[in-house]
């Protein structure tokens, strides 16, 4: 079992900036790849990045050139950083893992952190 605790949410204006962070912890060989999603009420989870084990990153067209996404392993988590943020950025942000050799064809979800930008 992997348990994910996402932080770093809040309430930002227009513009500001905004790091999410989040924690793995629990049996866990290594996670593969992590991915940060979001959702805002009455609509479906949308990926915003993911960061592999090799490091590569991907990203979302919506927040490419103002969210990075970065790992630090030996501390088993993930950061979002988010610049320029904009009132559509605000969503409850997830967290998502993999750990496929202890874990083979299953992801874990955090509880999510609400990211809100007023304009």
């Known amino acids: 079992q992997v348990r994910l605790v996402e932080s770093g949410g809040g309430l930002v204006q227009t513009g500001e900036s905004l790091k999410l962070s989040c924690v793995a912890s629990g049996s866990i060989f290594e996670i593969h790849t992590f991915y940060w999603y979001r959702q805002t009420p009455g609509k479906e989870r949308e990926w915003v990045a993911s960061?592999?084990?090799?490091?590569?990153?991907y990203y979302a067209d919506s927040v490419k050139g103002r969210f990075t996404i970065s790992r630090d392993n030996p501390k088993r988590s993930t950061y979002l950083h988010m610049n320029d943020l904009r009132p559509e950025d605000t969503a409850v942000y997830y967290c998502n893992a993999d750990d496929p050799v202890y874990s083979p064809g299953r992801s874990y979800w955090g509880q999510g952190t609400q990211v809100t930008v007023s304009s």
């Open positions: 960061i592999g084990v090799d490091r590569k990153t």
